[in-house]
Every structure is written in C-alpha cells, then in structure tokens.
C-alpha cells in the first residue's frame, strides 16, 4: 500500500522526494554549517535528482542516491568556487567558524547536547559528514563508501578520527580554536 | 587516544562494533577483549554513548518545517513548467504541503480529493491539534486514563456517536487521556497516548462531511509531525505523532483492526 509511486504525477510533489527532504536538510546543514546554504544545497541536490532520475534504479535506496548526489552537488560547488576542479575534496576543509547548529538549540533539552554540536562544528567536513552517515543515519559502512565514493577502509579510519577529536574536543574545556588534526 | 594500543582488537572492529556492524564472530573477540581490558570497554561506552549523544543532538532537526520552496522542487520539472507555468509555483508549493504519501493507484484520487479539500484538511488539523497538545507537560488531555470510562461516555455524547480508546500497550503506548478538539464542523475527539521515552502520539476520530465514502490508509507529514488517517463508516480517524512512518502504519493497522472489532460488537 506504501510502495512508492513508480510514475511521477503532474504536477504533485513526489511523495517520496518529500519524505527525504528533512533527512537531506539535516545532512545538509552538517555538511555546510550554514542552514540558507543548507536549503539552497537541498534544491539543487533534488534539481539534479530530477534531471538524473534515468539513473536511479527502482527499489534502491532513494536515501542513499540523494545523499551521493548532495555529496557530489557539494564537492563541485566547493571545487567551483576554488576554480581548481581538478583536485578539489572536502577532506581538506578546515572547521567552519561561523559554524551554524544544525539544529535550533530551542530543540536541545540538555546542554550537553548543544556542546556537542558547537564540538562537532569543529571537525572537518569531511568528518563531520562520515559521523553524520554512520551515528546518526546508522547507514551501512558499505552505503557510506558507496555514497562518498572512497575505499570502506577510508570510510573506517575517517570514522575513528572523526569519533576520537569529537571525544577529545569534549573533553578540553574551554580551550579555544585549537587545530584538530 | 592517550596510549598505545596494546590489545589485539584493530580499531576497525572497534568502530564497527561500536556501530553494530561487526560479524558476528568478530563480535565475540571484541567483548571477550572488553572484560579483561577495562580501557577498551570504557572507550567502548564512551563511543556508543557518543553516537546516541549525537542522535539526540540531531534527530530534532527532521521535526522542522519543509519549507514551500523545498516541496516545490520535489514536483516533477517538466509538470512544473508545461502544465501550471512558473508564476503559479508559489500556489501550488503551498498546496503541496498538504500532500505528502500516496501509494500507487491513489496517485490520481489524491489529487482530485486535494483540490475538493477535506480529507487533506483533516490530516492538517490532526497535525496541529498533536503537536499543540502532545507538547504539553502538565495539561496534554482534559480527562485522565485513570477516568477512561468517563472520558468515553463523555466524547461519544459530545460526537454523537460511540466513539472507542483503543488499547496501545501492545505496541509501548499507554493511554494519557483525551480531549475535544473543535472541527471544521464537528468536534473532533483526541485521544493520547504516550510510550515509556515520553513520546506521544494522538488517536482523533471525528464525524465526516457529508461526500466522503471509505478511504484508505493514507500518509501526509504536516509540519514534522507524521499522519496517517482514514476514513471509514463516515467516521475520519487520524493517527498522529513524531515515529517513523512505518511505525506509525504498525500502529494505525492496530486502530483500525480494535475500532472495526469494537464497531462488529465485540466486546473491548
């Protein structure tokens, strides 16, 4: 009864575009920091959806397939923006400092919950994205490497580094913008 | 880390067993390693505790609002453009807030019952009267669980027909109470239930407008907070709350099999 629609009707939202868009807004904001950045993100992410929609096999996981092509949208935004196609990756994209909570902090009954995020805003993108996929969404370390398109063994390490800053950063009070290698 | 790893484990059944993805048989070495290695267990908790930190931390974010804009970019481009034009996309963004799951065959109908109103309606009003009072601590229900017979007889007098609460404590969820809540036309009546992490969710069951036969079970998520209702036997039934959509089917197929059991005569 909740299968979904396997032809797109005139006119209507895709129900089950819809239904993905707070999960890309989510990833989104992660991803950029910055939630207006994090809407425009989501509606090129669902423009390019569209355009590619040839390529989406019926049945797979219409999560996972926005998520690699918000990834993608990203990466070629940051690399247009660089003007240095050629060997642009998130992996060396410092922490944002004008890092925006992904969340309203109004929505975080603890405030330890709120350091988090503030903690996480100071990860590297790169890092912050692999934590998001993996804690957050609970996807497969093989739909993560699918999604970001590196080796599982990348997705791993990535994941360790990103966990042990995030515990160290935590675990440092009060000490400033200190470099997170 | 602090110091060098001297236990055999590799860091990566480490993160996978934090994130419940190691083999099985690689499961056991690792909580083997955790009893005799109190450094590595407590990393071990540390780190599960962190991906549930970080859940907590996140997870509110799907509850926002979609934005028009967001839902307008979801309807199929060539639509967009050839049947309505780009000025009326504003209309139709707003419009399209109101529809969200549909399964196949129900494509059409949905549209045709959109443009009519009521049942999209119904699903909005649901939302709202859920998320204004299922926020509420002290003062969620007018009348308790405790008085749930007064609480019956009170709603089905002021419906004016026999209305039921159904029993969710198969599912985790324990009846709070229930309230009227004004309708289009008719009161509407909400029951709340709520499960052990507080978490609530609401049962409305109003009288339908004259036009509306039997419908199946549809979804819509109306700011966040996810519906699904029906219509059945001139009665419109909305099952609403922040759990995931297939849950929240789980537990709408429970209504409808209680409600359709206490409508034959059985006895609740």
Known sequence: ?181 | MNSAHTTPIPEADIQAFVDGQLAPGRTALVEAAMLGDSELAARIAALRAQNVALREALDPALADPIPAHLIAAAVPPDSRAARFGRRLAPALAVAATLIVGVGVGWFGRDALIERAGTPTTFARQAAFAHALYAADINRPVEIWAAEEKRLVTWLTKRLGFQVHAPDLNAVGYALVGGRLVAGNEKPTALFMYENADKERLSLQVRKQGSGSGEAAFRYAVENGVGVFYWIDDACGYAISGNVDRAQLLKIAHIVYGQLAAADAGAPK
């Open chain 1, 1 to 181: 009864m909740t299968r979904p629609a396997a032809t797109d009707s005139p006119g209507l939202p895709h129900p089950d575009l819809v239904a993905a868009i707070p999960r890309l807004r989510r990833y989104a904001r992660v991803l950029t920091g910055e939630s207006s950045r994090a809407d425009d993100l989501v509606q090129d992410t669902l423009a390019r959806g569209w355009e590619k929609r040839r390529l989406w096999r019926a049945g797979s996981d219409l999560r996972a397939w926005l998520f690699t092509i918000m990834h993608n949208v990203y990466i070629n935004q940051l690399a247009l923006a660089r003007r240095d196609a050629a060997n642009v990756s998130i992996d060396a994209d410092p922490g944002n400092p004008a890092w925006q909570l992904p969340v309203r902090a109004n929505q975080l009954e603890r405030v330890e919950l709120l350091e988090l995020l503030q903690h996480m805003g100071r990860l590297s993108a790169d890092q912050r994205e692999v934590l998001l996929l993996a804690a957050v969404e609970e996807l497969r370390y093989e739909e993560i490497a699918s999604i970001l398109q590196i080796p599982i063994g990348t997705v791993m390490s990535r994941l360790s580094r990103a966990r042990s800053n995030l515990r160290q950063l935590i675990a440092e009070p009060a000490s400033a913008l200190r470099v997170v290698k």
